[in-house]
């Protein structure tokens, strides 16, 4: 699987209701799945957060030891509480 690197880091609007005037938009991806998100702060701050994200999910990925499957939802356990 590939290793997520970060995408797209961009000054965003803040969400309704925000305290701070500073946001960025942000986009994680390794070619397939794409994590998208929003932080306030400076550039550099969100930098580093999404760069320590980066660094988790790439690590999850080396040390996990069982092949990652896709399910359709229904064989999922949560769906199958929700009915």
């Given at each position: 699987?590939?290793?997520?690197?970060?995408?797209?880091?961009?000054?965003?609007?803040?969400?309704?209701?925000?305290?701070?005037?500073?946001?960025?938009?942000?986009?994680?991806?390794?070619?397939?799945?794409?994590?998208?998100?929003?932080?306030?702060?400076?550039?550099?701050e969100?930098?580093?957060?999404?760069?320590?994200?980066?660094?988790?999910?790439?690590?999850?990925?080396?040390?996990?030891?069982?092949?990652?499957?896709?399910?359709?939802?229904?064989?999922?356990?949560?769906?199958?509480?929700?009915?």
């Open positions: 699987m590939s290793k997520y690197r970060l995408f797209t880091l961009e000054k965003t609007q803040p969400p309704t209701g925000a305290r701070t005037k500073r946001w960025y938009r942000y986009v994680i991806s390794n070619g397939i799945t794409e994590i998208n998100g929003s932080r306030s702060g400076t550039e550099k969100v930098k580093e957060f999404v760069c320590d994200c980066i660094k988790h999910l790439n690590r999850d990925i080396k040390h996990s030891n069982r092949p990652h499957t896709f399910r359709p939802a229904y064989m999922h356990y949560a769906y199958e509480m929700s009915l």
